[in-house]
């Protein structure tokens, strides 16, 4: 079982910069692949980045990458999303996720523990 709480979400001008934090509870955290996914209102969930178990392996979405990044500290139990260069559009909640596994995969359909996720809004 593994319990994940995620903090770092806020209200910041277009071109700004945040960063995401995301705690696992569990002993077997650095066995987990970790994603970041982010839901806009009226709109379906969708990935943002995923990291393997080992943090050789990542993963982005078109529209963040050269922007984002993900990283994972495997002696803390924490997953990281540095969000630079901001836009009105990757305003959503943002969920962080985990499955058993070694490979970084994209489908949220295969994350089977949540976060309850944390609000970030980009104003232009």
């Known amino acids: 079982q593994v319990q994940l709480i995620e903090s770092g979400g806020g209200l910041v001008q277009a071109g700004g910069s945040l960063r995401l934090s995301c705690a696992a509870s569990?002993?077997?955290?650095?066995?987990?692949?970790m994603g970041w996914f982010r839901q806009a209102l009226g709109k379906e969930r969708e990935v943002v980045a995923a990291?393997?178990?080992?943090?050789?392996?990542?993963r982005y979405a078109d529209s963040v990458k050269g922007r984002f990044t993900i990283a994972r500290d495997n002696a803390k139990n924490t997953v990281y999303l540095e969000m630079n260069s901001l836009l009105p559009e990757d305003s959503a909640v943002y969920y962080c996720?985990?499955?058993?596994?070694?490979?970084?995969?994209?489908?949220?359909?295969?994350?089977?523990?949540w976060g309850q996720g944390t609000q970030v809004t980009v104003s232009s």
């Open positions: 990291i393997s178990w080992g943090a050789g392996g990542t």
């Open positions: 996720a985990a499955r058993q596994g070694v490979v970084a995969v994209t489908p949220a359909s295969q994350y089977g523990y």
């Open positions: 569990g002993r077997t955290f650095n066995s987990y692949t």
